[in-house]
């Protein structure tokens, strides 16, 4: 099993940046895929981005292409979402999740591991 930690989020007016972290224990991180998803109130639970267990790979919600980037660290079992051009839609929980796998990476319901999550709130 992996245990996951997010942090990182706060209060940023419209088109500012945040950098979220999640960080891991348990099995070996590098050998897991992550994903970032978010949930705004009253929404369903949306993905955000991901990136494969090296890091060569990442992929990224319309809504987000452009603004979010995803890395990791496998030294430092974190992996990072750095959010910039912020605005009010992206006010959500956001969640970090770990599978052994990267297929269906966009699908919340295959990810078995998941984070406590972070707010983050974008004031217009």
């Known amino acids: 099993q992996v245990q996951l930690v997010e942090s990182g989020g706060g209060l940023v007016q419209a088109g500012g940046s945040l950098r979220l972290s999640c960080a891991a224990s348990g099995r070996p991180f590098s050998s897991y895929a992550l994903g970032w998803f978010r949930q705004a109130p009253g929404k369903a639970r949306e993905f955000v981005g991901a990136i494969n267990w090296s890091g060569l790979y990442t992929y990224y919600a319309d809504s987000v292409k452009g603004r979010f980037t995803i890395s990791r660290d496998n030294a430092k079992n974190s992996v990072y979402l750095q959010m910039n051009s912020l605005n009010p839609e992206d006010t959500a929980v956001y969640y970090c999740?770990?599978?052994?796998?990267?297929?269906?990476?966009?699908?919340?319901?295959?990810?078995?591991?998941w984070g406590q999550g972070t707010q983050v709130t974008v004031s217009s």
């Open positions: 999740a770990a599978d052994s796998n990267f297929v269906r990476y966009d699908v919340s319901r295959k990810y078995p591991y």
